[in-house]
């Protein structure tokens, strides 16, 4: 499977952005879908995942309350709906597929397929 994000761009603080995550050569059913995060300083940061079938939605403290991931089934996408966006959340978004249970949602090393990354820059 490939996984195409985009939505990315430059906003200011305060504002929105929603991120799409679209499937090509495979489908989301039966795993789970994540969204992740990272900087040039960092390493890759969880950001919000869900089993595609249902069930929990997990989101990191950082963005609880402020972020939203969903789904469209028909169209095989996965969102992330960013509100009330800081510049500490400028970063490149991936998501990604996999296997993940309950108790590592939040390790990149659950996830086997990504997607390329799209840029989100939040100004001050």
């Known amino acids: 499977v490939q996984l195409q994000a985009s939505g990315g761009g430059v906003v200011q603080a305060g504002g929105s952005l929603r991120l799409s995550c679209a499937a090509s050569g495979g489908t989301f059913s039966g795993y789970t879908m994540a969204w992740f995060r990272q900087t040039p300083e960092n390493e890759r940061e969880f950001v919000a995942s869900?089993?595609?079938?249902?069930?929990?939605?997990y989101y990191a403290d950082s963005v609880k309350g402020r972020f939203t991931i969903s789904r469209d089934i028909a169209k095989n996408t996965v969102y992330l709906q960013m509100n009330t966006l800081r510049p500490e959340d400028t970063a490149v978004y991936h998501c990604?597929?996999?296997?993940?249970?309950?108790?590592?949602?939040?390790?990149?090393?659950?996830?086997?397929?990504w997607g390329q990354g799209t840029l989100v820059t939040v100004s001050s």
């Open positions: 869900f089993r595609w079938s249902g069930g929990n939605t």
């Open positions: 990604a597929r996999g296997r993940a249970i309950t108790s590592t949602v939040r390790n990149p090393g659950a996830y086997s397929s």
